[in-house]
T-cell receptor, first 117, second 112 residues
């Protein structure tokens, strides 16, 4: 059974701080790892990581994947109150083991980030 | 372009009733997957459809079912509702199997 573990489960920081969110995984035949931000209802897509060691960046957010050690980190620099949300990590297995082209994400429980002014 | 649209946004049902939720994917996306989100279990995969065929199903009882229409719109149905079915039901669509999935706003189902 595929498994995703995120840490910490919750985090409170002050505006301007830098945070690192962790995601470790166990998956049969890994394809990709995805990060989402969930503020109220709809998780919004942040990054999709497929190759090890290649950092993806978007503004103050960045993420990297280590396929040897089976983990990923999400960094947020110069945090703002608008970064307060639950950050979800999910793994997408290769479709070969789940039927032709099947799309199934396994999620971690998320990290709740609270940024205080 | 329009995002993933789910209707209704909120539902209150009584135990034993059934409910149907709807999801319209992003135009051009043929894969539609459904997830249940609860505070205790997080986001859990229900099932996924592609070209009107269910390709995979999560570990949920047979009371949970779904279908997909030729225009890629999908519905999920829960019969004989139980209190534990109260949750946020999220639908996601993707363009292809190795692309990111985009989520709708969800349907908040409350069973009383």
């Amino acid at each position: 059974e595929d498994k995703v573990v995120q840490s910490p489960l919750s985090l409170v920081v002050h505006e301007g701080d830098t945070v690192t969110l962790n995601c470790s995984y166990e998956v049969t035949n890994f394809r990709s790892l995805l990060w989402y931000k969930q503020e109220k209802k709809a998780p919004t897509f942040l990054f999709m990581l497929t190759s090890s060691g290649i950092e993806k960046k978007s503004g103050r957010l960045s993420s990297i994947l280590d396929k040897k050690e089976l983990f990923s980190i999400l960094n947020i620099t110069a945090t703002q109150t608008g970064d307060s949300a639950v950050y979800l990590c999910a793994v997408l297995p290769s479709s070969m083991f789940y039927g032709a082209g099947s799309y199934q994400l396994t999620f971690g429980k998320g990290t709740k980030l609270s940024v205080i002014p | 372009k329009a995002g993933v649209t789910q209707t209704p946004r909120y539902l209150i049902k009584t135990r034993g009733q059934q409910v149907t939720l709807s999801c319209s994917p992003i135009s051009g996306h043929r894969s539609v997957s459904w997830y249940q989100q609860t505070p205790g279990q997080g986001l859990q995969f229900l099932f996924e459809y592609f070209s009107e065929t269910q390709r995979n199903k999560g570990n949920f009882p047979g009371r949970f079912s779904g279908r997909q229409f030729s225009n890629s719109r999908s519905e999920m149905n829960v019969s004989t509702l139980e209190l534990g079915d109260s949750a946020l039901y999220l639908c996601a669509s993707s363009f292809r199997v190795n692309a990111e999935a985009f989520f709708g706003q969800g349907t908040r189902l409350t069973v009383v």
